[in-house]
């Protein structure tokens, strides 16, 4: 069986604003691709537009959405209609069914049944190829709608080109912003006279059952929207599927494993699939074949790669860690993207969708940074600017909140961020710190002894915070004074998507000084004991009403180890940082087990742009990127899979002690 027969692309999709099962999309896309197209089940359901179990189809959506919580830009839906066009939600949509539907990551197939039309696709890198085949006899017509912002199109004299753009655009701030897009048929299909254009959509009568097109898009200009075309035109239909095809077989054979647990094999390469998903390319090849793209932080466009869909909050833990061992090139590639929106915009990313939004604490593109320094994925001058921008948000605020650490300024003047300044304070605090470990590496690999001293001091104010009669990490406000009103099960406040029960360990460079915190390994491994001892309540806190975290961990039910969400993915691992690697295997075997499968809710939260799918995979393989920023992986010495290949080489964790050294994969 092919490798790509074992994705199910809908893992994850049964999911709902109030209980996240993954927040995923059954993405038809190539691997970290500028276009991903997916069916649309209910535009009216917002953000949450697919559901794995509708009967209804609104058509096939181009989609840029990493999260239903991020939105979606560059927006499209294509669909076939007959008789007379329709454009509302309410009365476009065609009944389907999702059982006859084909989902795969090379290939979409899907039937509306309202106007008797199959529908295939198969995607290209910035596009993909379409084919309809209309049943009936009935008046068709071929719809181009748009979903939100300006849109504006037109079909060429000879019927074969349809040109236009939208400025959908949910929440980022990008200026401005268009995504122009170019459809070409292989024939003449239709004649301008035809067309009917609202602002809303176009539709276009088609004079034949059987039509095929090619569709390419670009954050550029119309111009490049037809260079695109030609730079990714295959000559049909199924070239471009045996390409794509050919390319994730490709992808998913980085790592072989075998088993005999079928749900196993199935969980591993559906997490494969979504672990190339994410970040997304934003830079096009211009026709004197330069990389070409366009700033949201500027509206200019500039030379050089640029990529985007990315929140690193999350991503840092596990995501980039597992392109350093199986894709260092494609990793190398994305720095070089990421580093390109300082030089433009001053800033180094930390959410972007498109443009930055203020999403998640801090700035966590520190450790993908130092990373890869220490892995040596980036060097030189690329290296050099990066530090550069790390030192700017370590010590200055930015008077935008999507950029930047929040509460820089007053981090450097206290040793921690005061919880009358900002909220989240522990969780700044702590990542703070961590950061400051991440800027103290890069500081010694480029040889500026001086900041590398004072970073490696200031990563220790996670000290700051710890209050040994809890045992937890509190917060403190401007004049060093804790708040009375204790309780580790209240969330918010000074913590992120969670209580001080999820949020207090976040030391990944120093676990063994938090330990003597605690007054040592056996004191500290009992208080890690508790965490899965303690029963899974919750308080709203100073969220003032439930979140969806919060019902997850409750449904998971693995104490407060809330595995649905990232705060809590090294809580396991601790273990084995400290030379417990057996109660590091054994729960790590239960999470895997018990809170994973391939399944429309085969996650146990937000799936996060590859982040819970690369934790599986890391913990299917035996270790874990504990500490991003150290060329290590902590070690379970168990393995979940009978056998491993990573990149074609024998691995067995077994064979290493308590870590293993990242260099035995670049060999």
Known sequence: ?????????????????????????????????????????????????????????????????????????????????????????????????????????????????????????????????????????????????????????????????????????????AINFKMYFAIEFTANVCSAESAVLSEKAFHIEINRKDIEAQLAVSYISKEQALQNLKNENTGDFEAARKTAEKIWREKLSLIEIETQNEKLLKTFYSCLYRVHLFPNKAYEIDKNGREVHYSPETGAIYTGKRYTGNGFWDTYRTVYPLLSVISPDVYSEMLEGFIADYKEGGWLPRWTAMGAMDC??????????????????????????????????????????????????????????????????????????????????????????????????????????????????????????????????????????????????????????LAELYGGKEPFLRKIDEIFAAPAIYRVGTYGMEIHEMTEMAAADFGQCAISNQPSFHLPYIYAVMGETGKSAYWVKRLCTEAFDSSERGFPGDEDNGTMAAWY??????????????????????????????????????????????GIFRK
């Not at 909140?401 to 909220?423: H, Q, S, T, W």
């Not at 001080?500 to 063994?512: L, R």
């Not at 913990?619 to 990573?646: H, Q, R, W």
């Open 360 to 513: 998640m604490p801090s700035t966590l593109i520190d450790a993908v940074i130092a990373d890869a320094a220490v892995k040596g994925i980036i060097d030189g001058e690329l290296l050099k600017t990066a530090y550069e921008g790390m030192l700017k948000h370590a010590e200055h605020n930015s008077e935008q909140r999507c950029y930047g650490r929040n509460g820089a300024e007053a981090y450097r003047k206290l040793g921690f961020v005061p919880c009358d300044l900002e909220k989240e304070s522990v969780n700044l605090t702590l990542d703070a710190a961590y950061g400051d470990f991440c800027i103290a590496e890069i500081a010694k690999i480029l040889g500026d002894h001086e900041n590398e001293e004072k970073y490696r001091k200031s990563s220790l104010n996670y000290r700051n915070l710890f209050d040994k009669e809890s045992g937890f990490m509190r917060v403190r406000d401007s004049r060093g004074k804790t708040k009375e009103d204790f309780d580790p099960f209240s969330w918010g406040g000074g913590y992120t998507e969670g209580s001080a029960w999820q949020n207090s360990f976040a030391v990944p460079h120093d676990t063994e000084g």
């Open 1 to 173: 069986m092919e490798k790509t027969d074992l994705v199910n692309v809908k893992q994850g999709t049964a999911s709902v604003p109030k209980f996240s099962n993954g927040n995923t999309l059954p993405l038809t896309q190539l691997p970290f691709a500028m276009a991903a197209f997916c069916p649309q089940t209910d535009g009216q359901a917002g953000n949450w537009f697919y559901h794995p179990e509708s009967h209804s189809l609104d058509g096939v959506r181009l989609t840029h959405q990493t999260s239903p919580w991020i939105g979606d830009y560059g927006a499209l839906l294509i669909f076939p209609q007959t008789d007379i066009p329709c454009e509302e939600d309410y009365n476009s949509w065609s009944g389907y069914r999702p059982e006859d539907a084909v989902l795969r990551p090379d290939y979409l197939k899907v039937k509306f049944l309202r106007s008797q039309c199959e529908f295939e696709l198969t995607p290209t890198e910035r596009g993909a190829y379409i084919r309809l085949k209309y049943a009936s006899d009935y008046k068709k017509w071929f719809t181009v709608k748009n979903i939100s912002g300006m849109f504006s199109a037109q079909v060429s004299d000879d019927g074969k080109l349809i040109t236009g753009y939208t400025t959908c655009m949910t929440n980022s701030k």
């Open 617 to 662: 995979i890391f913990s299917v393989l035996g270790i874990y990127p504990y500490c991003p920023g150290k060329a290590e992986f902590v070690n379970t010495g168990k393995m979940l899979a009978d056998s491993v290949k990573i990149c074609g080489k024998e691995f067995n964790a077994a064979g290493y002690g308590n870590t293993v050294p990242y």
